[in-house]
């Protein structure tokens, strides 16, 4: 049986390195967008503008834009704030199912 060089096996390494980070990519891509769906609609829900959701939740009108869109999440910090400001526990914000809140 042959030798790998080092070089090969470092190029086997980085291939499994960056198919891991590809798949946890595409795993938290999808977690960013259902909660962003959820996010809003909770909003929906308590028929509420970006603007005004935005106010309530103290987070700039952007930001929950980005929220919404999958392409941001928020900080553990502000999740725990949502939470308390939407009076909810911060579960019911990955609550993916269709259906309203409790």
Do not use: C, W, Y
């Amino acid at each position: 049986m042959a030798r790998r060089s080092s070089s090969e096996d470092a190029s086997s390494v980085q291939a499994h390195r960056v198919g891991t980070v590809q798949r946890r990519t595409r795993s938290m891509s999808r977690l960013q967008k259902q909660f962003g769906q959820r996010l809003k609609q909770i909003r929906l829900q308590r028929k509420k503008t970006q603007e005004q959701f935005a106010e309530l939740l103290g987070i700039s009108i952007d930001f929950l834009s980005l929220i919404e869109r999958g392409i941001n999440a928020p900080s553990f910090e502000t999740l725990e704030t949502m939470g308390r400001k939407l009076r909810i526990p911060v579960a019911a914000l990955f609550t993916f199912e269709e259906g309203r809140l409790p």
